[in-house]
């Protein structure tokens, strides 16, 4: 070796490379001198974890699993109704279990703190309610008798004698 500089790839047959003996190679910054953001809630798994998280209270995920449960249902209430009347139908009893489910899924969400689920159930209900209300309306015009309409008669001057 020369008295110039070291081999920095001590024992690598290919290729040497000399340092001055003053040169220093530059650090990378030191981990933890970050600041780090504070933890609101149970820690989330390490890449690589492949277990579920489970660190909610059990009634929270009592809930969670409630509005999933009644979310499910609805699609088992649908196919139930279908397959009895023969056709594609959807059933009143969809739109109420749609929105008890978003609304309970909702307000898990919102205690997660998650913003993707939170924008994903927060419009359903108002697409569920009017969809209620189309409803009503049509069973509503259904229900009424249609009254004829009056007979005009022709004004009295225009009366001929």
Known sequence: MSELGRSYHEGCATERVFWPKTARLPRPPAFGKFPQPARTSAPKPARGDNKLDWGDTWYWLAIGLLGQAAFFLRFLVQW??????????????????????????????????????????????????????????????????????????????????
């Not at 609304?103 to 309610?129: D, G, K, Q, S, T």
């Open 80 to 161: 139930w109704e279908s397959e009895r009347r023969g056709e594609s139908v959807i059933p009143l009893s969809f739109w109420y279990l749609s929105i008890f489910g978003s609304a309970v899924l909702l307000i898990y969400a919102i205690h997660r703190r998650e913003p993707v689920f939170i924008l994903a159930y927060l419009p359903n209900a108002f697409v569920y309610a009017r969809n209620l209300a189309l409803l009503r309306r049509k069973q509503r015009e259904r229900e009424e008798p249609k009254a004829e309409p009056p007979a005009i008669e022709p004004l009295p001057s225009a009366r001929r004698s």
